[in-house]
């Protein structure tokens, strides 16, 4: 008598037919329901956004090996983080949130990147991409940061170069996990390792980015 199968078992064949099933979408090149939306200007008609400027914004998989999304929050004088690791598949690797102790937005948005790339690189972790929609902070990175943040940045761009990393912008809307992440952040540093334990905000954002499905950027 043949037995039954494991849940371990029943998972994989659930991956193997769900990544053959998306394999079949993108030939056929099927679209999502907010390309529908989009593309037949009824998202425009419905919300009398004549005249508005509406895009479809997507999380990209990384270039490279990895891409790390962070993001902080300040709000009244608290402040937490977050981010999130994943592979070329989209798959998260890991994420965490975590508090921070900041005066200001930008200082918190500067410490978020520094503790995300920090725990990426002692996770083991190297050559990968880290995404922030924070521009002031990229600039400092990408230029020569000045006054009270220019030894800071020094350290960081040399501690960077030396592990293999990239610092980009990444849009807002293609950043909700790690902002979802920050918002959910607590007294103490959290790590997830699975997507269903993640925040349900981060968890919801996180499954959206890995299906490739859009958020709405309206320009006014």
């Known amino acids: 008598?043949?037995?039954?199968?494991?849940?371990?078992?029943?998972?994989?064949?659930?991956?193997?037919?769900?990544?053959?099933?998306?394999?079949s979408l993108s030939k056929l090149k099927i679209r999502t329901i907010g390309d529908v939306l989009f593309e037949e200007q009824i998202i425009?008609?419905?919300?009398?956004?004549?005249?508005?400027?509406?895009?479809?914004i997507r999380w990209?998989?990384?270039?490279s090996n990895f891409k790390l999304n962070a993001d902080a929050r300040y709000i009244s004088g608290k402040a937490g983080g977050g981010a999130i690791l994943r592979n070329q598949d989209g798959e998260m690797l890991a994420a965490i949130s975590f508090p921070i102790t900041a005066s200001t937005s930008l200082e918190a948005e500067i410490i978020a990147i520094i503790i995300a790339t920090r725990w990426a690189v002692e996770s083991g972790y190297c050559d990968f991409q880290v995404e922030t929609d924070a521009t002031q902070?990229?600039?400092y990175f990408v230029q020569v940061a000045e006054g009270r943040w220019k030894t800071l940045f020094q350290e960081?761009?040399?501690?960077?170069n030396r592990k293999g990393v990239s610092i980009g912008h990444?849009?807002?809307?293609?950043?909700?996990?790690?902002?979802?992440?920050s918002a959910a952040a607590s007294a103490q540093l959290q790590i997830?390792?699975?997507?269903?334990?993640?925040?349900?905000?981060?968890?919801?954002?996180?499954f959206r980015d890995l299906y490739g499905l859009?958020?709405?950027r309206c320009s006014y």
């Open 156 to 160: 960081m761009k040399d501690y960077i």
């Open 1 to 23: 008598m043949e037995s039954s199968p494991t849940s371990s078992q029943i998972i994989v064949q659930i991956k193997i037919h769900t990544q053959a099933w998306s394999a």
């Open 192 to 206: 997830f390792n699975r997507p269903q334990d993640l925040p349900y905000l981060a968890r919801q954002a996180y």
């Open 60 to 63: 990209l998989k990384p270039q």
């Open 137 to 139: 902070v990229v600039s």
């Open 44 to 56: 425009h008609k419905y919300f009398k956004l004549a005249g508005t400027s509406i895009r479809l």
């Open 170 to 181: 990444a849009l807002r809307e293609s950043n909700w996990v790690a902002h979802h992440m």
């Open 214 to 216: 859009p958020s709405f």
